[in-house]
């Protein structure tokens, strides 16, 4: 992976325990509304390092397969990632 290990790992570990909290929050009987924005708090976050390895892939690999000749492979990896992100 070319992206900020760092980062993203930084993201990934908040994401974590925001999704612990979410889960003590459901044990707790919390109001639903806080529970579904302390949700869409931690999607907004995985949505956000997605975003940086998925650049990053682009910045590296994609690249590099153009200027080599042979982007082909990638370019069909990317668009099957697109038809999932559309779902």
């Not at 044990?27 to 995985?46: F, G, H, K, P, W």
């Not at 000749?69 to 099957?80: C, Q, R, V």
């Amino acid at each position: 992976m070319k992206a900020d290990h760092d980062q993203i790992t930084r993201l990934l570990k908040t994401a974590r325990g925001q999704i612990d909290g979410i889960l003590k929050m459901v044990e707790e009987d919390r109001y639903c509304l806080d529970v579904s924005n302390q949700l869409m708090a931690t999607q907004s976050i995985l949505k956000k390092a997605n975003r940086m390895v998925l650049k990053a892939h682009m910045n590296s690999c994609v690249r590099q397969a153009v200027v080599s000749g042979d982007p082909e492979e990638k370019l069909n990896e990317l668009a099957l990632l697109l038809d999932k992100l559309a779902d």
